[in-house]
Every structure is written in structure tokens, then in C-alpha cells.
Nanobody, 124 residues
């Protein structure tokens, strides 16, 4: 069983940057596809970014060019660097994991493990 623990959320101002981390348990982290999703108040949870086992990143259009996903397999950790934040980025951010790769990386049902989430609030 893989356990995921997010950290790094907080309250920031528009234009600021923030870096989220997600620490994973288990010995096979390097084989997992890792993803970040978010859920804003009153909205459905949506895809943000995904990273393959070999560190290729894929992004939602709304964050492309501002966010960067990366992973450190030696530390069993995936990161989400968020730059130029705006109030529309306010949400609970969730880390997710699945064994192996899928080109349908934006679909939540394709992930087997989820973290509890970390709140990101961006004030205007």
C-alpha cells in the first residue's frame, strides 16, 4: 500500500510562488506515475500535472508555463513548483500515484493512491 503525504501549502499573494511536496512510502516509487490534482470550492477536482517515471511532465492548459512538476526517486518525493499564482489557483491540492504509465494521465480513475491534500490560498 502506497501512502502519500502532501506538504507546502499555505496562504500567498497573487504573483507569488509556492512549492508543494508529496512524500510517498514504498520501495517501487520510481515505477509510479505521479500526479497533482486540485479541487476549488464548489468545483470538481481537476487534473493539474503528471510526471512519468523518467521525469517527463504533462500539464493542464490552465497551468502550463507557470507550474513545473518534478520528482526525486531517491527521496520518494514529487514536487509541484507553482509560479505567478493567481486567485483562480486557490484549491486543495492532491497528490496521486499509479503503478506504471498511462497516456490517460489526466483521468482521476487511473490513479490508485491519493493523499489527504494541502490547501493553497491565493489572495488578490
Amino acid at each position: 500500500q502506497v501512502q502519500l503525504v502532501e506538504s507546502g501549502g499555505g496562504l500567498v499573494q497573487a504573483g507569488d510562488s509556492l512549492k508543494l511536496s508529496c512524500a510517498a512510502s514504498g520501495r517501487t516509487f520510481s515505477t509510479y506515475t505521479m500526479g497533482w490534482f486540485r479541487q476549488a470550492p464548489g468545483k470538481e477536482r481537476e487534473f493539474v500535472a503528471s510526471v512519468s517515471f523518467n521525469d517527463n511532465g504533462y500539464y493542464a492548459e490552465s497551468v502550463k508555463g507557470r507550474f513545473a512538476i518534478s520528482r526525486d526517486n531517491a527521496k520518494n518525493t514529487v514536487y509541484l513548483r507553482m509560479n505567478n499564482l493567481n486567485p483562480e489557483d486557490t484549491a486543495v491540492y492532491y497528490c496521486a500515484a499509479r503503478r506504471g504509465w498511462t497516456w490517460d494521465y489526466g483521468r482521476q480513475a487511473n490513479y490508485d493512491h491519493w493523499g489527504q491534500g494541502t490547501q493553497v490560498t491565493v489572495s488578490s
